[in-house]
């Protein structure tokens, strides 16, 4: 259903408070932040960012959610790819790695929050919402979990324990969080060699090979 006028307006507030919060969580962190931070980045008053959120922690866990929501719709189109399971695995590496660059703000939050959460770091309150979110992060991962082991089992990928070469094949594609910046003049052309970059390395860390046998 359409969004009316007044709805749509509230909409893309909500989006730019989320999009100001994002990046300033990613800058100075979530203890670091507060309120004012994120309305002086919008040139807003932090009335206006208590009108959609009651506190920074409700903003910070908003800023996770749609991070999430992001990396969802960008594997969409292709968990129902056909074909051979290491090939829709590098389809939904690419695209996971090309959010960690366009959208790092957002995942750099996802990645603070789920350590906030393992630390035991939020209230009680928060705690659950924090639950929630990590759940959807463990069905996201658990998506991969299921194409890497069908991969395994039609022979072009070698690994012993699904769970553990999991955490460690995220390891690579969430790398560009802790070592990308946009450098000037760069163009999208240039993030997806980078990404590509990224999905063929942890390819290898599968044990991906090619139909000679040859890891590649």
Known sequence: MALGAREQVAENARADILHAAAICFNDRGYVATSIDDVARSLGAT???V???????????????????EMNYAAIAPFRAMSGRAAAQWRAMAFAHVL???????????VWEGVSMYL??????????????????????????????????DEGDFIFDDPGLTEQIMFLTLNSPLFWYSP????????????????????????GGVDTKGVAR
């Not at 979110?133 to 991969?144: A, H, T, V």
């Not at 060699?193 to 390395?201: C, S």
């Open 50 to 68: 208590y009108h959609h959120y009651r506190s920074k922690a409700d903003l910070f866990a908003d800023v996770f959610r749609v991070g999430m």
């Open 99 to 109: 959010q960690m660059i366009r959208t790092k703000p957002f995942q750099r939050v």
């Open 119 to 152: 630390r035991g770091a939020t209230t009680p309150e928060q705690r659950d919402v924090f639950a929630e979110l990590q759940q959807s992060r463990r069905d996201y991962g658990n998506i991969f979990r299921d194409v890497i082991a069908r991969a395994r």
């Open 183 to 206: 450098r000037a003049g760069e163009t999208d052309a240039d993030r997806e060699i980078l990404a590509e970059q990224v999905v063929a390395f942890a390819y290898r860390g599968l």
């Open 46 to 48: 932090k009335g206006m």
